[in-house]
């Protein structure tokens, strides 16, 4: 069965939310969350569909919609084509089903939104499309205009709704991913005009260059004396030319991912963003560093990726240990979760260096079952906020006597997370550090070092556990003691559905890995 | 069969989820629900072991692909397998039926029978994992049970603080046996025992030795964790807070002994290296949980160090290639420790307390329970009849034989087996007189009079447990397992050679133990020779001290200072201390420079915007000024009279004139 202009419908319908929040007056602002939370549930029964659609035997990109954007002339300098272009492959569909997932519980999550609705829950849904375009787009102008796109509500969304240092981090996080989005600029400038459009080149016979992402991994279609050309006698920098692209969108997508030592926008902007910001932060935007890498940086560079492996296979493994200290040190809640995902973010880059089967399809496994539950862990941190609006490990102990519940859904996290067999954190650990020990580029110590990253991950979550959570009830504030109840209906509703899910796909990775096997093994056959 | 094999494998794991899901609702019949399904369990497994005995079993499904590549789950019975089933239903029930009387009056009944039904299903994917990676998933989960069961009673910080410490020595236990099945896929591309053997018993190996012991060293970290091996065997007597039956079924019976069962399962792709490294860690344990045993007046954490000890003989005997005198060794060490272990909760359940300087006297009040304890006693130090003397005694002969073969240095480990031996004698009998023997008049008990004995439901599994402890049921030579059913089911070529020498060498070693132990119980009279060893160990322990003071500064920084105990703790705390240095570093240096940057570009944009001011700025109206200057001079020139207009052209000409000519 074909559906014409599924995913069109799929990236855009929010907008139609957007404009109906911006319709319907300040009146009638309950009305506002539910259109929120209608168009979230829409997308994700969309991609229930696209789930059921979706042809796991086939490497190629399913639901391929094109249509001529901007055709220019330039004369002798050829022609400009830019694409219309969206498809789906295995790269990306677990993390499209994923954004659709979070966005949902980040929509559920908004529910006490209190101040200035009409502007949060249109900038929230202008996000939900420009996440979705991002993850569906392939023609490589179309995917920065939605990665550039997406700064703009995030900026207002921390700036305006964030925590007492909102400014500063909300203007950090911009400064930062604008310094990496210059870069990848640059290079997409590079390419373009290096890579043409070999059809219409051979209809028109002229030069049609192209932003289509899938010409651009096919090295017959870059000319012969273009700034990114194979011969790599192209010297900048004193560097070839295609290992300095290259490094180029590995910093872009790092910063997003992040990687040590361009991580310290995050901890700022999780700590200071409200809870379903960082919901949406931890939980999509730093996948689409890592699938940055996956869908532009490594398919068109693999000369460079295969040379630059064992550097990028060490930055990730300093992230896991680098960002598992850190988190141990933290006193403050939020900030020790958000350095245990600069910690287990490191585990996508270290299978993604690894260049084998595993190791991507693990990176890829790791990058959803972190977005599952990184926003159950950043939910956690939320009700607490919500009810004494303060977050610090040591002003309170014992939480598990007023709230069971919520300590033992606390508990379920913290254990998913550090890589207990049965949740998903334990298969996307197990398999990235599988590619690190196989990889044919890497030396085995540097795949040990991931393994250290997993007894940090015990230390830091059980010893929150143990401060927090277990032990004789306490509270630095004594009014605290009178807020602390347990669940209500809609906080179980966000924590035990992201529960659930980090178990089914951690007993049945399956359902992951099949969608993603086939478009890896295709990538990989440039390796070998 | 399979079929039959999933239910016995998954009957817990659902009586533990529906218990969590009834909730406190099943506080009172949660004990009988879980005590029936580990029956259950026992009869499938017996059934299992009559049935399919000689017979293994592989089991294998598909769990998914990774470039046509694919990963299976898969189950195995052999031997070894059938037996732990056994053991782990047997144990498991009689703890059970233990429990339901032991925490008749706790509110949390419904959680800790759940726990123990994770447990038990944990511990059973361990024994039936055909695959070191599905071994490791089973390992992981009993690490969370245990978590769970020791920090049980959650609102006590000590019993939290036990648990976490716990799991984080076996986590990095764990990271290595990790590390090694990873490295073991990777170089023979599987992790499946039925696949790896046939590839490790044919002559040409692609591994080389120095790989193949680093792989091997790396699995044995997992037995380390979890069977508290030195130097990760800190947690175990910590585990002690958790309650007294959990202490007999996990951390003395089945979980801790899951080290020895993985050694056994991975003994074909141990290399002779690998072993004498084993051999001396297991060597280093023993004696180090004996000779701390020794001192300890807390009744649970005397058998904590005892099982450690007892760990490391049977770690030591797989070092040596005595591998089925090592699992027989776990088998009747399960049975007598863990009937040790639920008389001392016996004990402590009617004394209320632990500490058994408080203790004495208590044979009369406590008949069954007295003499369990004897039975069980008797077989950890090892007197002849018993079922401890014929395993210790399996093992020794292999560990003489062992060093015959090496001859020289090699004879130490024997004596040490022997002398540890004698300290295991020593403090059991120790303990054993301090709780239930009256005390000397100088020293008085302080319990209250009024004791009560074991009611019915506790009785029964101490009845049996202590009934186990007889030889009879392992051999029917009550000096020589050799012909006993444990080594009919695991052959091994016996070594007879040593076996007159090594039974007498131990019952001396036992019995001088023992009439030492009896003697040395209090303090008034101990005997001259003895308390010159204790000068010895007094001035050993002050050296030490001494020492320790010298350098505690230096190491106070990572220790974990622990409120309850006022004691210093080592545990999380390096880490710690390199975690708040790495954030100091992160947030003074990296983000400092990230903050600088921008500080520099605004100082650099002020500049900027100065220059633009000043100098771009400067230039234009300087232009502008210039403009006007030049123009307002030279509108003179400019007056509209003819004559000025003629003199101009004239000097003009003349110039050009000039010009011309020159």
Redesign the interface.
């Given at each position: 069965m074909k559906i014409p202009y599924l995913l069109s419908f799929f990236v855009f319908h929010p907008i139609v939310g957007v404009i109906a929040i911006l319709a319907i007056s300040n009146r009638y602002k309950h009305t506002y969350k539910w259109i929120n939370l209608f168009f979230t549930v829409c997308q994700v029964l969309v991609s229930g569909v696209l789930y059921a659609l979706y042809d796991a035997s086939s490497s190629s990109f399913q639901f391929v919609e094109k249509a001529d954007w901007i055709t220019l002339s330039l004369g002798n300098l050829g022609t400009v084509s830019i694409d219309y272009l969206l498809g789906i492959d295995g790269i990306s569909f677990g993390l499209v089903l994923l954004t659709s997932v979070v966005m949902f519980i980040g929509a559920i999550s908004s529910w006490n939104i209190d101040k200035r609705e009409k502007a949060y829950f249109s900038l929230y849904l202008l996000l939900t499309t420009s996440i979705t375009g991002c993850f569906i787009a392939l023609d490589f102008f179309l995917f920065f205009l939605f990665f550039e796109f997406m700064l703009l509500p995030m900026y207002f969304l921390i700036g305006l709704w964030g925590g007492p240092r909102r400014e500063y981090a909300s203007i950090k996080f911009f400064l930062y991913t604008l310094v990496g989005s210059l870069l990848i600029l640059i290079v997409m400038i590079g390419l373009y005009l290096s890579v043409i459009d070999p059809v219409e080149s051979q209809l028109t016979q002229s030069m049609v260059h192209t932003f289509d992402l899938r010409y651009m991994t096919n090295m017959q279609n870059y000319l012969p004396d273009s700034i990114l050309s194979l011969s790599g006698e192209i010297y900048l920098l004193g560097m070839p030319s295609r290992m300095l692209a290259f490094w180029l969108l590995f910093i872009g997508f790092a910063i997003k991912l992040p990687i040590v030592p361009l991580h310290t926008w995050l901890p700022d902007a999780h700590v200071e963003a409200p809870t379903p910001v960082s919901v949406v932060l931890a939980g999509i935007l730093l996948k689409i560093g890592g699938y940055g890498l996956l869908r532009i940086a490594y398919p068109i560079f693999p000369d460079a990726a295969n040379e630059y492996a064992f550097t990028l296979a060490i930055l990730g493994g300093i992230s896991i240990i680098y960002g598992g200290f850190n988190a141990l040190a933290q006193n403050d809640l939020k900030k020790m979760i958000a350095y245990s995902s600069v910690s287990h973010m490191g585990f996508v880059v270290l299978g993604i260096a690894s260049l084998t089967s595993e190791g991507i399809n693990g990176a890829i496994y790791q990058m959803v079952s972190h977005g599952i539950l990184s926003a159950m862990l950043f939910l956690v941190v939320g009700v607490l906020y919500d009810r004494t609006h303060n977050r610090l490990i040591d002003n309170y102990r014992g939480l598990i006597a007023p709230m069971p519940l919520y300590a033992v859904l606390t508990g379920v996290a913290f254990f998913a997370s550090l890589g207990l067999p049965g949740f998903s954190g334990f298969v996307g650990e197990l398999f990235t550090l599988m590619g690190g020990f196989k990889s044919a580029v890497l030396p085995t110590w540097v795949a040990a070092l991931g393994t250290i990253g997993i007894i940090l991950a015990a230390a830091y979550f059980l010893w929150t556990l143990q401060r927090m959570f277990l032990g004789k009830l306490w509270a630095k504030n004594q009014e605290d003691l009178v807020v602390l109840y347990d669940l209500d209906t809609r906080e179980k509703w966000m924590l035990i559905p992201l529960g659930l899910l980090a178990f089914l796909i951690g007993i049945l990775p399956n359902s992951l890995f099949q969608l993603s096997d086939k478009t890896v093994s295709q990538l990989l056959k440039v390796f070998e | 069969m399979f079929s039959k094999l999933l239910i016995l494998l998954f009957l817990p794991l659902v009586s533990c989820l529906g218990l969590l899901t009834a909730g406190k609702k099943a506080t009172i019949w949660a004990g009988w629900i879980a005590s029936l399904v580990s029956f259950l369990g026992l009869g499938i497994s017996l059934y299992f072991l009559q049935s399919s005995l000689h017979s293994p079993h592989l089991f294998s499904i598909e769990?998914?692909?990774?470039?046509e590549?694919s990963f299976t789950l898969s189950l195995q019975t052999d031997n070894l397998t059938l037996v732990m089933l056994v053991l782990v239903h047997f144990v498991a029930l009689l703890v059970q039926v233990f429990s339901i009387s032991y925490l008749h009056d706790d509110e949390g009944r419904w959680r800790y029978f759940a726990f123990l039904g994770l447990f038990v299903f944990s511990m059973l994917l361990i024994v039936l994992a055909g695959s070191l990676f599905l071994m490791?998933?089973g390992w992981?989960?009993v690490g969370?049970s245990s978590?769970l069961l020791i920090?049980f009673w959650?609102?006590?910080?000590r019993a939290?603080?036990a648990?976490?410490k716990a799991?984080?020595l076996n986590?990095?236990g764990?990271?290595g046996f990790?590390?090694g099945i990873?490295?073991l896929?990777?170089l023979t591309g599987t992790s499946e025992l039925s696949l790896l053997i046939p590839q490790f018993s044919a002559p040409t190996s692609s591994i080389s030795d120095p790989q193949l012991t680093l792989i091997g060293l790396l699995l044995f970290c997992g037995a380390i964790g979890k069977s508290a091996q030195f130097p990760l065997s800190a947690w175990l007597p910590d585990a002690m807070e958790g309650p007294t039956p959990v202490s007999a079924l996990i951390h003395a019976a089945t979980m801790v002994a899951a080290g020895i069962f993985l050694v056994a399962r991975i003994y074909f792709l141990l290399t002779p290296d690998a072993l004498t490294v084993i051999a001396i860690i297991g060597a280093i344990t023993m004696v180090m949980g004996a000779y701390r045993a020794i001192f300890q007046t807390d009744i649970k954490k005397l058998l904590a160090y005892s099982t450690v000890s007892q760990l490391g003989l049977m770690v030591l005997g797989m070092g040596v290639g005595a591998r089925e005198a090592s699992l027989f060794h776990l088998v009747t060490h399960a049975f007598f420790k863990a009937g040790l272990f639920l008389s001392a909760g016996v004990v402590i359940h009617a004394v209320h307390s632990q500490d058994m300087r408080q203790m004495g006297n208590l044979r009369h009040s406590m008949k069954t329970t007295f003499v369990a304890y004897t039975l069980c006693a008797a077989a950890l130090a090892g007197l002849p009849f018993f079922s401890g003397f014929l395993s210790k005694d399996a093992i020794l002969v292999e560990v003489f034989a062992w060093a015959s073969q090496r001859g020289g240095i090699a004879y130490v480990l024997p004596i040490v087996v022997l002398f540890s031996a004698g300290l295991t004698a020593f403090y059991i009998t120790k303990q054993w007189r301090l709780v239930f023997l009256p005390r000397p008049a100088s020293e008085k008990a302080v319990h209250e009079s009024h004791i009560h004995d074991a009611d019915t439901l506790m009785k029964v599994p101490l009845v049996i447990l202590s009934g186990l402890s007889f030889f009879v049921w392992f051999s029917w030579n009550p000096l020589d397992a050799a012909q006993g059913w444990v080594f009919r089911l695991f052959p091994t070529n016996f070594s007879h050679e040593w076996h007159v020498i090594v039974v007498i060498c131990s019952t001396i070693a036992a019995t001088t133990g023992i009439s030492l132990g009896y003697i040395c119980t209090f303090n008034h009279n101990i005997p001259p020779f003895v308390q010159q060893l204790g000068v010895v160990h007094e001035s050993i322990k002050k050296t030490y001290e001494q020492g320790w003071n010298k350098v505690k500064h230096h190491f106070q920084v990572l220790r974990e200072h622990d409120p309850e105990t006022e004691h210093y703790l080592f545990l999380?705390s390096p880490?710690?201390r390199?975690?708040?240095?790495?954030?100091h570093f992160?947030s003074k240096i990296?983000?400092m420079t990230?903050n600088g940057f921008?500080y520099l570009t605004v100082i650099a944009a002020h500049i900027v915007g100065r220059f633009d001011r000043m100098v771009v700025d400067g230039v234009v109206n300087g232009a502008a000024w210039l403009v006007q200057f030049v123009g307002s001079r030279t509108r003179n020139l400019q007056n509209g009279q003819a004559q000025s207009y003629f003199v101009v052209v004239l000097v003009g000409i003349i110039v050009v004139i000039l010009w011309v000519l020159h």
């Open positions: - | 769990w998914f692909q990774l470039k590549k490791y998933v992981e989960l969370l978590y920090g959650y609102h006590k910080p939290v603080w648990a976490k799991f984080i986590r990095i764990d990271a990790l590390m990873l490295l896929i990777w999380i880490l710690q390199i975690g708040t240095w790495l954030y992160d990296v983000d990230v921008a």
